[in-house]
Structures are given as structure tokens and as C-alpha cells.
């Protein structure tokens, strides 16, 4: 899943469509579950022989030549094995059909405050990768603990498919019109308010969505306005504003956004993943040649980056206002970074990456130069050819994108540049400052 905060983005798509009937994913869902289940009372047997093999060791009267004591435990411990097995695949099996099972509730059905916000819930877990449980006990008592961790994965797995099934009971079609309406037009869009969101933050929404729009026209690079919007609560990380499910062409945007150029940009970008995968079939390898025409050029970054390093005792304020003094730059794994003492804590160190340093301080990319070379984010270098595509499609449409770059990009989307461009140029400026403010 491409992931946004002021420049990071989650994104991807394939084709305009709804995720589907949520009436669809739940027998999948509930197949696999079923899968799952252990018989109770098997479970409760092999506890109560897994706990008296531990008592007789501590008691020093386990006989391993006992084959009458020694088989039942044997298998009590493998089938202790086998649910915490059927755990971690379950976990993996059930992580796609759930993903795609809440936030199709989401998307098609208005829901009662109290479900929604479960169906909500449950649609963070299973965007999450699976994830190992961590385990306490050693020796026989681990056995008990593997027994813990089923019946505790196994509850909330049931009390997800029970959370879905009440959704359907209780959710009703999102509508357009009439009373009760949850869908609203904004431009080429339809916004549709999944979550109970007041007019006021749906227009907040629509506001974003409205100067986007009108950017992306602007730039002749209309044709990926369409489509539904989800507004949604956090469903993902809570910095991250929007982001696209990798198996549909479908924009989900957090219903307490504000409409700063971040976000106007944020929502170009993931608009940019449209235009890649939809207008741009079959040019992977030209989009790989213009993030390595860029990457060829970041030696020019670089070198204003040694050049501006801080100096010692220069003093760095953190996004809360918190003070802290340079005390060393030390080479990372990810380049360069900058360590740091609280100004009122000497004893408290922090450290952020040079780029992130000279960022705060208002310099290291300043895509407005005329002359700018490289990268127009670190994202854009991070996140490989598409993320960088998709940065420089949010750039253009905002009228940032260095002219450098302009042109290669404009080849690729475009196809041969022509002299309307220059005009065009012109005329984008105007309207983003018109739009931005």
C-alpha cells in the first residue's frame, strides 16, 4: 500500500472500481476462520496434561520410559505447536478477504455510531501486517502460553466476523439525494461521508478536493478527476492523511484534514499513481529513466547539504517547540544525521537526519530555485521511480516542479514538448497562486 505526511504518501491502485459487496468477502473470511477452530475440549485435555507433566517434573516423578504418560504429552505439546501455528497462518490468510471485508463496509454502507467505529477498528488490523506474538515462557510452560495466544487471536477474530455480520444487519446504502444523504458532488468527484462527519468537515474536505481539481486541470492532466472519494476516519497511521488500496482505482481521504498546500498536495499525488497506471501503461521503464536522470543529478544536493551542515551549538526546534543544541553530525545508515542535547536536559539526546535538519531550518531542497538539480523530496528519492513519478506530477500541477525536470516530464506525460508549454507555464503560475492563496 503506497503511506502521507507532509511527504509520505501511501498509494496504489489498478482499476475504477468499488473494493466490492461486503456480502461477497464474508464467507471467505468466515471459510478461513473455520479453518482455524480447534475443538475446545481437545484444548482444555491437552492443558490439563501439558500441567500435570510440569508438575511431576518439579516434583522429580516424570518417567520418560512411561509410554502411557509419555504419548498423551507428546501430543498435548503438538497440538500446542499446531495452534500457535494456526495463528500466525491465520493471521496471513484472513489479512487480505479482511482488509478488503471492513473497508468495503466502510465504502458502501452508512453504519450506527457504535458499529462503525468497531468496523473501523477492524479495518486498521487488518491493513497492519501480520505480526509475530511475543512469547513469555520457556520450556513446558510455553506450551500453555501457545494455548493463551490462540484463544486470545481466536476471540478477536470471532469478534470481528460477529462486528461484520452486525454491519450488514444494521447498515443501510449510501444515497446521493434525499434525506439522509451521505454522498455529495464536488467537482468530478462524489464524496462520500462514511463516517457521520458534520458539514463542516466535509467541507473542509471538498475544499481540498475542489483546488486540486482545479490544479490538475489547470495542467492539462484532467482526465484522472473522476470517481468516488471515501472520507473516512483514521483507517491507517494517524499522519497519514489519504492513501489507495493497490487492488482499486479509489481515493480514502481522513475527515480532519485541513486545506494547507500539504494536503491539496497529498491528494494530487496519489491522483498521480492514477495517471501512471492508467495513462502510462507500458512506460514503466521511461518512468525508471526519469527517477535516474533525477538520482544522476543529487550530487548537486549533496554537495549544498555538506556545505550548510549546522556547526556546532546551533540550536534546532523540534515540531512541539522544543529547544535542543548540535552537539555532533555521525554518519548513519540512511546518510549523514545530526545529534543533538535538550537545551534544558543535557542528558536528553535526539537525532534527525541532515535532510530533515536543513528542512526545518527552511533549506535543503529548495525547489524554487531556477538552477534546482535533483529530487523535488527525499520521498521522491526514497520511494523509487513511482513515488518520484507521482511527487513530480504533484509538483507540476502546483506549479513547483523545477524547470530541469519540466521538461522530461512533460515528454513523458505529454509526449514532444511544443512552445503552448511556455504559455501554459505562465498560466498554471497564476492559477496556483489564485487557488493556493
Not at 487480505?96 to 465504502?107: A, M, T, V
Not at 484463544?151 to 439522509?180: I, N, Q, Y
Not at 527517477?291 to 543529478?297: A, E, H, N, P, S
Not at 535532510?355 to 530555485?369: C, Q
Request: charged share 25%; with cysteine; net charge positive.
Amino acid at each position: 500500500m503506497a503511506q502521507v505526511r507532509s511527504e509520505v504518501v501511501v498509494s496504489r491502485y489498478v482499476q475504477a472500481e468499488a473494493i466490492g459487496d461486503p456480502k461477497n468477502f464474508l464467507p471467505l473470511f468466515e471459510s478461513i476462520l473455520d479453518s482455524l477452530v480447534i475443538p475446545p475440549g481437545d484444548i482444555t485435555e491437552a492443558r490439563k496434561i501439558i500441567g500435570d507433566f510440569g508438575a511431576s517434573l518439579a516434583a522429580g516423578t516424570w518417567d520418560y520410559k512411561d509410554r502411557s504418560r509419555a504419548e498423551p504429552w507428546s501430543k498435548a505439546a503438538s497440538l500446542a505447536t499446531t495452534a500457535f501455528y494456526k495463528v500466525q497462518n491465520g493471521q496471513r490468510r484472513l489479512a487480505e478477504p479482511g482488509h478488503k471485508l471492513f473497508l468495503s463496509l466502510i465504502q458502501t454502507l452508512t453504519l450506527p455510531p457504535a458499529v462503525r467505529k468497531k468496523v473501523e477498528m477492524a479495518s486498521r488490523a487488518y491493513l497492519k501486517p501480520p505480526t509475530k506474538p511475543r512469547l513469555k515462557e520457556h520450556g513446558w510452560k510455553r506450551d500453555l502460553e501457545y494455548f493463551d495466544v490462540y484463544d486470545r487471536f481466536m476471540a478477536a477474530f470471532k469478534a470481528d466476523l460477529a462486528t461484520a455480520k452486525l454491519a450488514l444487519v444494521k447498515g443501510t446504502p449510501h444515497v446521493e439525494e434525499g434525506a439522509g444523504a451521505t454522498k455529495v458532488r464536488v467537482g468530478s468527484f462524489v464524496l462520500v461521508n462514511t463516517g457521520g462527519f458534520s458539514e463542516k468537515a466535509m467541507a473542509e474536505v471538498a475544499e481540498v478536493v475542489q483546488k486540486a481539481e482545479t490544479l490538475i486541470k489547470s495542467s492539462d492532466l484532467g482526465k484522472v478527476c473522476y470517481g468516488e472519494i471515501q472520507v473516512t476516519n483514521t483507517l491507517s497511521k494517524a499522519d497519514v492523511e489519504a492513501f489507495y488500496l493497490i487492488a482499486n482505482d479509489e481515493l480514502f481521504i481522513r475527515a480532519n484534514v485541513k486545506s494547507g498546500h500539504d494536503t491539496v498536495r497529498t491528494v494530487i499525488h496519489e491522483l498521480g499513481h492514477r495517471f501512471e497506471h492508467k495513462f502510462l501503461k507500458g512506460r514503466n521503464r521511461d518512468i525508471e529513466k526519469l527517477y535516474q536522470l533525477l538520482d544522476g543529478q543529487e550530487y548537486e544536493h549533496a554537495k549544498k547539504m555538506r556545505d550548510e551542515k549546522p556547526k556546532l551549538g546551533e540550536i534546532w526546534v523540534s515540531p512541539k517547540g522544543e529547544e535542543y543544541s548540535v552537539s555532533r553530525i555521525e554518519a548513519g545508515r540512511a546518510g549523514l544525521k545530526v545529534i543533538m542535547q535538550a537545551k534544558n536536559d543535557p542528558k536528553m539526546q535526539a537525532s534527525i537526519s541532515l535532510e530533515g535538519f536543513l528542512a526545518a531550518r527552511g533549506g535543503a531542497r529548495n525547489v524554487d530555485a531556477p538552477s534546482y538539480k535533483g529530487f523535488v523530496t527525499q520521498y521522491a528519492k526514497s520511494g523509487g521511480p513511482a513515488e518520484n513519478f507521482a511527487e513530480m506530477f504533484a509538483f507540476y500541477c502546483m506549479s513547483r516542479l523545477p524547470v530541469l525536470q519540466s521538461v522530461p516530464f512533460e515528454e513523458l506525460v505529454f509526449g514532444a514538448t511544443s512552445g503552448d508549454r511556455i504559455f501554459n507555464a505562465r498560466a498554471r503560475r497564476v492559477i496556483a497562486r489564485w487557488t493556493l492563496g
